[in-house]
């Protein structure tokens, strides 16, 4: 199983240990955009509450040194899966189509908990996405069926 990986998942898992952490150490390949690097390091908030050198190390260590983990560059996503991206995107949230991409290019679920992007998911079928409780119920092996259905109950109803 692979998942592209949102830029607040790799926040979490930088600033506390918990679900998120474990699951960047649960065997799963986590795909990251080198641009989630850049919006990290270069976040004003993050980097008045613990230093540029702190978040820097930090992602180095969690992330670049975590052999589950793949970074690619935007530049590698085809300009068809960025135009339809950035189409579905446009009709929630223009910031998500990255990640969009990223997933159409890979046919590959997006993990995040943003509520918008699981829904339209949900409702159009264009791509995946899992919220983290949905790839805990995967990595616990349970049928993807059955957890896209319970996606479905927790945000479409």
Not at 22 to 44: H, M, P, T
Not at 51 to 62: I, P, R
């Amino acid at each position: 199983m692979e998942l592209v990986v949102d830029t607040n998942k790799i926040i979490a898992t930088l600033l506390r240990s918990g679900k998120v952490r474990a699951i960047f150490y649960s065997g799963i390949k986590l795909v990251v955009l080198r641009y989630s690097i850049d919006k990290i390091i270069l976040n004003e908030k993050l980097i008045k509450r613990f230093g540029k050198e702190f978040l820097k190390k930090a992602f180095e260590f969690f992330v670049l040194q975590n052999p589950n983990v793949i970074l690619i560059d935007y530049s590698n996503i085809s300009e068809n899966n960025r135009k339809d991206a950035i189409e579905i995107a446009n009709k929630f949230d223009p910031k998500n189509a990255p990640f969009i991409a990223l997933a159409l290019q890979l046919n590959i679920p997006i993990w995040t908990n943003d509520k918008k992007i699981i829904e339209y998911s949900l409702k159009s079928e264009k791509y995946l996405a899992f919220d983290t409780q949905a790839v805990e119920e995967l990595i616990q092996g349970k049928n993807l069926e059955e957890i896209k259905q319970k996606l479905k109950e927790r945000y479409l109803n």
